[in-house]
């Protein structure tokens, strides 16, 4: 069994527009059983339990071989994005404890759904490897300040600093010319 993990919006992604939410499913990305076979949709449940659906039908996968296959590709995205201490960050990101991002505990019982469904988006977007470092910076603010509107300041600020908005304000005088000193 294959796994990759993506987002529903990929392009890669086959039949994504279908509901997902009235199906009770969660769309973390594509599987296939054997190299010879087509990419099936691959989603969860709220239970953790790994689906295929083609067309109309909705199969369980056999959770001994969906686990570690899934975090096979969970582990491939995940270095892609955060590098080789992806599990810190994966828990710094969203709260979790190491432990709960272990192989054995992944292969055995998934991470949350909205969990792998925003790694599924990271993974696809765009800035997915810059938009999964802004994620870290946000959730270090976040574990400093609890309340989301100062985070969003402090974020803002950050951004404000680094494109000048601020300088009169802190103090940096503009310069037309490069210093020779």
Same mark, same amino acid.
């Given at each position: 069994? #294959? @796994?990759? !993990?993506?987002?529903?919006?990929?392009?890669?992604f086959p039949d994504g527009d279908r509901d997902w939410h009235r199906m009770g499913l969660k769309p973390i990305g594509i599987v296939r059983k054997g190299? #010879?076979? #087509?990419?099936? +949709?691959?989603a969860v449940d709220d239970r953790r339990i790994a689906f295929t659906v083609d067309g109309d039908e909705v199969t369980p996968l056999d959770k001994e071989l969906a686990? +570690?296959? !899934?975090?096979?590709?969970l582990e491939e995205t995940c270095e892609r994005l955060w590098g080789h201490s992806w599990n810190?960050? @994966?828990g710094e990101i969203f709260s979790l404890n190491r432990r709960t !991002?272990?192989?054995d505990r992944v292969s055995k019982g998934l991470l949350p759904p909205?969990?792998?469904q925003m790694i599924a988006y990271v993974s696809s977007a765009d800035d997915g490897e810059e938009l999964a470092e802004a994620l870290i910076a946000v959730?270090?603010?976040a574990a400093k300040f609890k309340d989301k509107e100062i985070v969003r300041r402090y974020m803002q600020n950050a951004i404000d600093v680094f494109y000048g908005d601020f300088d009169r304000e802190i103090g940096v005088q503009p310069t037309d010319t490069p210093s020779t000193e």
């Open positions: 069994m #294959e @796994v990759k !993990i993506m987002h529903q919006d990929n392009f890669a190299k #010879e076979d #087509e990419w099936l +949709p691959l686990g +570690p296959a !899934i975090f096979q590709a810190s960050s @994966v !991002i272990q192989r909205r969990i792998l959730s270090r603010y």
